[in-house]
């Protein structure tokens, strides 16, 4: 009964932690950058990002670069790319 239990937990523990990792990101970098990252003009975004449909493809990239110091920064780069 004690192991069903502990995959339970771990199952939820696994369900959850793509919001933190994926989700969570996104939105913050909308937030934190709305002019680059949630432009509402298509003329806009093909200036920034080259594409007229909206910059969210850039929105992890931008946290990073702005955000982290830059020994990270170089290291989050690296595991990027």
């Known amino acids: 009964l004690t192991h069903a239990k502990g995959g339970s937990l771990l199952a939820a523990y696994l369900k959850v932690l793509p919001f933190f990792a994926i989700m969570l990101p996104g939105m913050i970098s909308r937030i934190l950058y709305t002019d680059e990252v949630a ?8 200036q920034i990002c080259g594409n007229t449909v909206g910059c969210s493809d850039i929105a992890y990239a931008k946290l990073v670069m702005e955000l982290l110091p830059a020994g990270l920064r170089g290291l989050m780069m690296a595991v990027m790319i």
């Open 39 to 46: 432009c509402a003009d298509p003329d806009l975004c093909k």
